[in-house]
């Protein structure tokens, strides 16, 4: 449904063009398979979306607060460095490149999940504090905004052991 949704970043993108990139999250959701339909409350010329479902997840504090966002304006490395990230969380990246022609190449370590004109987005496992998104892009003079969060882990299941008692001792 529609409910429970929370936006955790927007950045603008620069000059003045409304470019934007923004990730949303839902904490908890029902466990379904169902469409993900954005709705909004004016016309816009053009949206790229993408979803993702994570397993594993913290559900009580799915980010906290690891958001970071960048936004260029030429060609090279579209980069943002995910600061609190931790072992056995999952950053997520996603860009708008306002270039129809861009070639963008995901950077070392990530895997692509979304490839597209003007959208790209990635997951890298976070192997410490300091978690690099990043994206090649080979094409001059476009705008690009870019997002990232460290998707936290949940916290390790308690584990029940058997309760400890001495052995009793039989006196014959």
């Known amino acids: 449904s529609g409910v429970g949704w929370a936006q955790v970043i ?19 959701p029902d466990a379904v398979t169902a469409d993900v339909v954005v709705t909004f409350p004016a016309v816009c010329a053009e ?3 993408n979803a993702l479902s994570a397993s594993g997840a913290n559900q009580t504090d799915l980010t906290g607060a690891s958001e970071v966002s960048a936004e260029g304006t030429t060609e090279g490395t579209a980069t943002v460095t995910v600061a ?4 056995g969380d999952l950053c997520y ?18 895997t692509a999940r979304v490839q597209q ?3 790209v987005g990635s997951t890298e496992a976070a192997t410490g504090i300091n978690t690099v998104m990043s994206w090649t892009i080979t094409t001059v003079g476009q705008e690009s ?3 990232a969060v460290a998707i936290k882990e949940a ?6 052991t058997k309760p400890t008692w001495p ?3 039989a006196i014959m």
Not at 10 to 28: H, M, N, S, V, Y
Not at 84 to 87: D, F, K, M
Not at 95 to 108: F, L, P, S
């Open 10 to 28: 927007t950045e603008l993108g620069p000059g003045a063009l409304t470019d934007r990139a923004t990730i949303w999250e839902k904490i908890a």
């Open 47 to 49: 949206v790229r979306v």
């Open 84 to 87: 609190l990230s931790a072992n």
């Open 93 to 110: 990246d996603t860009a708008y490149i306002n270039n129809d022609a861009t070639t963008a190449t995901v950077g070392a370590g990530q």
């Open 117 to 119: 004109a003007k959208q």
């Open 145 to 147: 905004v870019q997002v």
């Open 155 to 160: 916290a390790a299941a308690a584990v029940l």
């Open 167 to 169: 052995m009793p001792i």
